[in-house]
């Protein structure tokens, strides 16, 4: 095994037990630096260096997370001492007049799910009374800590929620409908699906009722959003057309709101919501962006179900920017709000991920003077995020990427953080200098360079992130080629920024493309010669090979005297 692994220390210490012959080890260790060590270069005459450098392909990545709330609970409220009970005022609304039901003074616990159930069959003929069956599960259904939802569906009360759906009463109606909410807001949603609760929500959509119509919106907006396969079959149902109708003639601000959030979940998820089925939301998406300023939450909501529609094929981008949201996504970036910057940021991320066409479409928008209020943002993500929308700007045509270098205050943000950001920053920031070096002009990546490109790229060399390296080495070595064809001393600034020394280092890393990198970089423009290493080159002395490391001087002394082996080392093998 040691031999296989051919580790110079394990070596020595089987011929310290003279258990292979000390030629053999010569031989071993000989091959040892012919196959990898052979490559190694130190970098000596700057003034001596030669062209070289392979074709990069250019990469766009995208970086994608779901970051607003799949599902939301809906809650009883606490009321103050004399004040309406929370079900007397809603019943109130619901139905135009006073119901004459007081909340009842008993907390309900599971344990009365037996009681509750009773009530709720035997109920029929008495409105009031089965009302208050329904209000007692749909409090013990909306208890902030520990709600006994698989209580109530194994009591088998879901299937009387979904017939009281259809139930003549508003009142009925809508506390089913909560009630469902709440099952469907667990982690047991399918059984709501199940049950065969969605075609009867999606009907009460159209209910003359807004309250009613909001809760079952709410409802269908956390199946929705339990998985792709639910949201599909919500959408299957005929849900979206209703949907969008109370949103265009909403009754109230809460209605608006809780059904633009349900909207947001019909597009979210992966695999992604199929086009065709959602594409009549897209204009309404629009509409909302462009008339609903001061509406936060309704805005965010929005925006996030923009960034899941732009997620993905070219087709998808078209359709959200042939909607004409990218004007007002931009305007969303200057705003002050972080939760309307985040999904906008990433919805023009997504969409200057794809063509050429449309990522002039949003520089043409005026993105990148947006972008220089971010690239300084207290969140880390909100940097993040404009570093890897600039790189993908970075990975576009020659005048997309003219526009963007010559955008000095953007590239100086940039190349600033490179070496003075989180690491997560600090990756998006190099690949948008890698893809400007290596996918730009001359003149391009000279212009980077004249902002501190150079002292950027070297920055990154310490990191231990392999992709990262092998990128931020090809655009040094792209930037070489460039100082050599045009006589530039870009050796020199690589060399002064310590990234000769670095890149030397780098010829001992276990992964091998990083390691030809290096070697070919030293080799072709630092006049690499290739070094020995004392250590294990032999001497010959007294007809005995010896070689460059402590010699242990007497074979047959007590082994107690040689030192324990050092712990073992782990590497990551993971590329």
Not at 211 to 232: H, K, T
Not at 455 to 481: F, Q
């Amino acid at each position: 095994i040691f031999l296989t692994t051919r580790n110079p220390k394990a070596i020595i210490f089987l011929s310290s037990l003279q258990q292979i012959n000390t030629f053999a080890i010569y031989c071993i260790m000989r091959d040892f630096g012919s196959e990898r060590r052979k490559g190694f270069k130190k970098g000596i005459d700057v003034d001596a260096s030669r062209r070289g450098r392979n074709e990069t392909t250019v990469m766009i990545r995208k970086d994608k997370k779901n970051d607003s709330l799949a599902k939301r609970r809906n809650m009883s409220m606490p009321v103050a001492e004399g004040a309406p009970t929370v079900d007397a005022t809603l019943a109130s609304n619901i139905s135009g007049k006073s119901s004459g039901i007081k909340q009842p003074k008993k907390v309900f616990t599971a344990k009365d799910i037996p009681f509750l159930y009773a009530k709720l069959r035997n109920s029929e003929k008495c409105v009031d009374s089965l009302l208050e069956a329904l209000q007692g599960f749909r409090r013990l259904l909306s208890l902030a800590e520990n709600p006994p939802v698989k209580d109530v569906i194994d009591c088998g009360a879901l299937p009387i929620f979904v017939q009281l759906l259809q139930y003549p009463d508003d009142r009925m109606k809508f506390e089913a409908a909560w009630a469902l909410t709440n099952v469907a807001s667990s982690d047991l949603t399918p059984v709501v699906v199940e049950i065969g609760a969605v075609p009867s929500l999606v009907q009460l959509l159209l209910s003359s009722n807004a309250d009613v119509r909001e809760q079952s919106a709410w409802c269908l907006g956390n199946i929705a959003g339990d998985s792709p396969a639910l949201r599909d079959e919500v959408l299957h149902t005929g849900s979206l057309a209703p949907l969008l109708q109370n949103i265009l003639q909403p009754s109230t601000k809460s209605l608006l709101g809780n059904c633009v959030w349900t909207l947001s979940n019909f597009c979210r998820g992966k695999p992604h919501v199929d086009l065709n089925h959602i594409k009549p939301a897209i204009p309404v998406l629009a509409k909302l962006l462009n008339g609903n300023k001061e509406d936060g939450g309704v805005l965010v909501d929005v925006c996030w179900a923009l960034s899941y529609l732009s997620d993905g094929s070219e087709d998808r981008i078209q359709a959200v920017i042939d909607a004409g949201v990218i004007p007002d996504l931009i305007t969303m970036l200057e705003s002050k709000d972080v939760r309307k910057i985040t999904p906008a940021l990433r919805t023009l991320g997504n969409c200057v991920s794809g063509n050429d066409i449309q990522t002039q479409a949003v520089i043409d928008g005026g993105v990148l003077r947006a972008l220089v209020g971010l690239l300084e943002d207290e969140k880390k993500n909100i940097r993040k995020e404009s570093c890897w929308l600039i790189s993908n700007i970075a990975a576009g045509t020659h005048n997309q990427i003219d526009t963007l270098v010559r955008s000095t205050h953007v590239m100086k943000k940039v190349i600033a953080a490179c070496s003075a950001s989180e690491w997560e920053v600090r990756k998006e920031a190099a690949w948008v200098c890698s893809n400007i070096a290596t996918g730009g002009t001359d003149n391009h990546a000279e212009i980077m360079v004249n902002l501190g490109g150079i002292t950027a790229l070297c920055a990154m060399l310490e990191s231990s992130d392999t992709k990262i390296l092998l990128v931020v080495l090809e655009a040094i070595e792209k930037i070489l080629s460039i100082g050599e064809k045009n006589g530039r001393g870009f050796p020199s600034l690589i060399d002064e920024n310590g990234g000769v020394e670095k890149i030397e280092k780098l010829q001992e890393h276990e992964n091998d493309d990083i390691y030809n990198k290096c070697v070919k970089i030293i080799e072709t423009y630092f006049n690499g010669e290739e070094v020995d290493d004392e250590n294990i080159a032999p001497t010959v002395q007294n007809n005995e090979f010896k070689f460059g490391v402590t010699q242990v001087k007497n074979l047959d002394a007590d082994m107690s005297a040689v030192a324990e082996p050092s712990a073992p080392q782990q590497y990551n093998f993971s590329f």
